[in-house]
């Protein structure tokens, strides 16, 4: 049982983790696993796909984010495969069209920030 907590942490880990030599090409899981941890790091606070969230089991699927669902439809050497998800420029996944959810923020906003004086990112989510 050890070794599958292993091996999920790990396909986990790799919808956050950098990997430099990969910086500016397109972004796709290459496992369930590591879908639903990219998608909880972006999609589960992004303002693009907040009505379909909100809309619960019996939400209209027209109303969701078409860049999640277009990684699902296109192969990722496909022009039509959205060209936001990508690896960041530190080589991280991530998605350029993430607009931060008022109602479910990243961080607290009751938090101290302990590295304001530290260069912005052109991401948020991790």
């Known amino acids: 049982m050890e070794i599958i907590r292993t091996i999920l942490k790990a396909r ?26 990219f998608d ?5 606070n992004c303002e693009r796909d907040k009505a379909y969230r909100d809309g619960g089991p019996d939400a209209d699927p027209a109303i969701a984010c078409r860049i999640i669902a277009d990684t699902f439809v296109y192969a990722v050497s496909d022009p039509r495969y959205p060209k936001e998800w990508v ?7 991530s998605c ?21 004086n530290r260069e912005p990112h052109s991401s948020s989510p991790p």
Do not use: H, L, N
């Open 96 to 116: 350029t069209a993430y607009t931060e959810d008022p109602k479910c923020p990243v961080r607290c906003d009751k938090t101290i920030d302990m590295f304001e």
């Open 87 to 93: 690896y960041d420029r530190d080589g991280c996944p």
């Open 40 to 44: 909880e790091a972006w999609c589960a």
């Open 12 to 37: 986990a880990a790799a919808a956050v983790d950098s990997c430099p030599e990969m910086v500016g090409k397109p972004y796709r899981p290459s496992t369930g696993t590591e879908g639903a941890a």
